[in-house]
């Protein structure tokens, strides 16, 4: 269920009830402003109904006060009401999106979408003029996936502009569009975005199946639309990819994946996606392949330490000290000496001390932020290692993991990758290298078993599908992937460029002078 | 979803080979390098082909088998559409006895590899509890999802396993294959009855088929897993030879971690910890389809809907059987040495050849009665 529409109530010819009943059901708020008009040589008696705080009053005043005003006495043969809404339509309202109305109840609605509602004395028909404003932030760079190289382009909290960000890009006509409302009260515009024939018809049909589906009073970011239409409930990994990047969605929609807008937020969700996405930032495709394959590896080593480094140290020091080299060993066991607590405890209140500190940084003001560097990194590090609280190959672990942490594009995924690492400390402190290694069997069956609309999410590892390999571990130069990903995009339209497109040195052309033996001679 | 609803629960050919080389490899290459070297001595090697060969004339009779059984009907299914439910009932008791068996063994057999390399000290229960915890949890998600972990762990595993080898490069003395051909005929083929036993274990396939997408590949699919298993096993027997020599691995309880053992650089030591952990990955799978077998067989036989709570019936069942059955590690030894390899045999050749030639004689009897009408 998307909108909460409610009965049918036609419009009355006595324009004193229309607009009596609508000043009630909107509370008579301070904010609402009726502005009548009449011509008394006519009979004419209308009204513009709008709120106050959802117009732009430029336009109101420019494109319908002042038009209809000025056709008053003009107009002396005109005598009927809908001659009138005739009138008004073709000759004096010019706004862009106008829209016959004849129930209240879809005037009611018009008015809380920020358009100006105009109804006539005698006519059983109204009309909805486009004058929605308000104030809306422009558009700034990305805040949480900034790149080096590549468009510094936000979405914005406005629907408008970010399918216009989108449309920029996208310059094809089949990219389609589908407008929903969702939540009761909020009544929340959410886009659904997607290519025709590159994006499977059954995701598309589950995506709008699933948002239809909501029933909700609210939606304020797309976090909630999330949570409603994400194949499993309870799993730490996300199935559905979010970004603030318009460049990010392009390339999603262009792979075949149906990116949902939502008013109110800049960040877009982008399904349906497989585990790899996460790890892939958008800079990938901007960078030279070569170094976008190296920081790739990078970051699948980094996803492992962030998730692992904390729970490996705790093992090998509690369980399977013969790993270790000798000097190695008596270092860690001088270092350790003076510390009072197990490997886990000490190791469980590093990690919490430092989620504490990323907390307090995301939460304090930005003018004492650097405070919170201070504390962490003198009282809390190098103060607790003097004090024989902790030892100094902990702080290392820890500093680095949270590092680590760090380097996943993507925060979602980030965050995973954070609250696992609890478990696997707590699994690696009683069974050892066995209990991570467990973990990690539980970790990947269930990975194993999460679908997002329907593609499996740890594809192309397992199902195997080789052609998508071009794109995962390393990034073949762009001329070398030729076809679209198997798992995401629909089967009868993988093709997205045309083959031999590898540069290759040019011959000489008759013409050219051969300026080396020229200037030898 | 039940698994009889084959287009949910479908699995690609490719998956098919991994999954018979995780259900034939992961204990085959802890038992059998000892018992087939002490054997055979240096030519175990010719052992473990000689067990190959017959491995891949089980597959043709496996497949031979399957070839009528219609795509998406489960085997036993299949059986009572042609021999009457007394017969399936017969057939799917003994094989759901034999997995379970089966199961409790290789759960023992971890436990005790495991209490033996790594955790000296972690109560034997604890360790087979996590084990069958973590089997059962991949078992309930179904063929699936088992067969695409396979992938992700055949992958890792395979890599681990030739970087081992690579590493291992300083310690390999080929003089110690020479002389080839010292050993008789007759210990080469007494080395290879354990690797023909655990071959033996292909008859999976007979399960798995109806949920592989291309049933018309089977009998590949078994050729190839069959091969990559022998190659596997193959160069496990090899690499120990080649470490050890003829003579000391025959004595070990399990070359192939002593041979991880020997790894040693000046930066890391023990590597063979990770080899081990890499290694238990795969036993886990193989968990998961000797789970899969029992509750199958069971859950045809008896007719029974719902599949999860057998799961942790089985797993507990199979849990408490492997660690009271054997008192000791002399025992087991014993057990894997002497009665395994009859016990496979017996339920993985035997009962599907005697099925084979039931159903040989039902079609011939069928066709004639057609040729009448």
Redesign the interface.
């Known amino acids: 269920m998307g909108v909460q529409q409610g009965t049918k109530l036609p419009i009355s010819e006595h324009l004193p009830s229309n607009v009596k009943w609508l000043y009630d059901e909107l509370g008579a708020s301070s904010d609402i402003v009726v502005r009548t008009f009449s011509d008394s040589s006519t009979g004419l008696d209308g009204v513009f109904f709008y709120i106050d705080s959802l117009v732009d009053q430029q336009t109101i005043n420019q494109m319908l006060i002042g038009p209809v005003l000025a056709e008053i006495g003009a107009n002396p043969n005109v005598k009927s009401a809908s001659d009138w809404i005739g009138l008004l339509k073709n000759k004096a309202l010019s706004v862009g999106r106008l829209k016959d109305l004849h129930d209240l109840n879809e005037a009611l609605a018009q008015l809380m979408e920020g358009n100006t509602v105009i109804m006539l004395q005698g006519s059983r028909a109204a009309m909805a003029a486009s004058t929605a404003g308000g104030e809306k932030r422009s558009v700034e760079e990305p805040s949480s996936q900034t790149v080096i190289r590549g468009p510094k382009e936000s979405f914005t909290e406005n629907i408008n502009t970010n399918m216009s960000l989108l449309r920029r890009r996208i310059k094809s006509p089949k990219l389609r569009v589908v407008y929903k409302q969702i939540g009761s009260q909020t009544k929340t515009h959410v886009a659904v975005v997607y290519m025709k024939d590159i994006a499977k018809d059954g995701v598309v049909q589950e995506v709008m199946a699933r948002l239809d589906r909501i029933d909700t009073d609210a939606i304020l970011e797309s976090g909630y639309i999330e949570e409603f239409i994400q194949d499993a409930a309870f799993t730490f990994f996300p199935t559905i990819y979010n970004t603030e990047r318009p460049d990010a969605a392009a390339g999603g929609i262009l792979e075949g994946q149906v990116a949902i807008i939502v008013d109110g937020t800049p960040f877009v969700l982008l399904a349906p996606v497989t585990f790899i996405r996460f790890l892939q930032s958008s800079e990938d495709y901007y960078q030279r392949y070569d170094i976008a394959t190296f920081l790739r590896l990078i970051r699948y080593v980094a996803f492992f330490v962030s998730m692992l480094l904390p729970s490996l140290y705790i093992a090998i020091t509690t ?2 000290q ?4 000798t000097p190695l060993l008596i270092s860690l066991a001088a270092q350790r000496e003076g510390v009072p607590f197990p490997a886990i405890i000490e190791a469980l209140v590093m990690e919490i001390t430092f989620e504490v500190l990323r907390e307090a940084g995301v939460r304090m003001p930005r003018v004492i932020g650097p405070a919170i560097s201070i504390v962490g990194a003198l009282v809390l590090g190098q103060a607790a290692v003097q004090a024989g609280l902790v030892s100094a190959a902990m702080v290392i672990v820890v500093s680095f993991t949270a590092i680590a942490n760090f380097v996943i594009p993507a925060i979602n995924m980030a965050s995973a990758a954070r609250l696992i690492r609890f478990i696997m400390m707590i699994l690696g402190a009683t ?8 973990g ?3 970790l ?2 269930h990975m ?2 999460l679908r997002s609309f329907g593609v ?1 999410y ?1 594809a192309p ?4 599908i080789w052609p998508n390999w071009k794109d995962v571990l390393v990034r073949l130069p762009h001329w070398a992937m030729k076809k679209r990903p198997i798992a995401v995009s629909s089967m009868s339209n993988l093709t997205r460029q045309g083959s031999g497109q590898m540069p290759e040195k040019p011959k000489k052309l008759g013409h050219e002078r051969d300026e080396t033996r020229e200037s030898d001679e | 979803m039940s698994q009889e609803q084959i287009p949910y629960q479908q699995i690609s050919a490719f998956q098919a080979v991994i999954l018979l080389v995780h259900t034939i490899t992961p204990t085959a290459m802890l038992v059998i390098p000892s018992i087939a070297i002490g054997r055979a001595g240096q030519d175990a090697w010719m052992s473990i082909l000689a067990a190959w060969a017959c491995g891949m004339v089980f597959i043709l009779m496996y497949s031979r088998m399957i070839r009528d059984n219609p795509a998406g009907v489960p085997f036993l299914k299949f059986v009572e559409s042609r021999l009457g439910r007394v017969v399936t009932t017969i057939v799917g008791v003994l094989l759901a006895h034999y997995y379970l068996s089966t199961l409790s063994g290789i759960i023992r057999e971890l436990i005790e590899f495991l209490s033996d390399a790594v955790l000296l000290r972690t109560p034997m229960l604890v360790i087979g509890g996590v084990a069958v915890g973590v089997a059962v949890y991949s078992a309930i998600h179904g063929l699936e999802v088992v067969a695409r972990v396979g992938i992700v762990v055949f992958g890792f595993s395979v890599v681990l396993f030739f970087v081992h080898i690579f590493l291992l490069v300083d310690h390999l003395h080929l003089k110690y294959l020479a002389p080839i051909g010292e050993a008789s005929v007759n210990h080469i083929i007494g080395g290879s009855f354990p690797a023909i036993g655990w071959f033996s274990e292909s008859s999976l396939l007979l399960l798995m088929a109806p949920y592989v997408s291309r049933q018309a590949a089977i009998r590949t699919i078994g050729l190839w897993g069959m091969s990559l298993s022998a190659m596997f096993l193959l160069l496990t027997v090899i690499v120990a030879i080649l470490v050890f020599g003829p003579s000391l691995p025959g004595m070990m309880a399990y070359p192939t971690s002593s041979v991880a053992e020997t790894i040693d650089y000046d930066f890391v030591e023990r590597m063979d910890v990770l080899f081990i952990f890499s290694w238990m990955s795969t036993i886990y799978l193989k968990i998961c389809m000797f789970f899969f077998g029992t509750v199958h067989c069971f859950r045809t036989v008896f007719r029974v809907q719902n599949r999860k709570p057998f799961y942790i019936a089985f797993g507990v069942l199979a849990l408490l059987t492997g660690l009271y059955t054997w008192e000791s590690t002399a025992d087991l030894s014993e057990y894997q040495r002497y009665a395994i390899v009859p016990f496979k045999l017996s339920m993985n050749v035997g009962l599907p050849f005697l099925l084979l030639l039931a159903l040989w004689i039902t079609k011939k009897s069928r066709g004639r009665e057609v040729d009448k009408r």
């Open positions: 369980f399977h013969e790993m270790l080299p069974l050892g290298l066995f209990g991570i290694m467990s990690l069997m539980v990947l069956i194993s078993s499996a740890t590892f397992s199902p195997f």
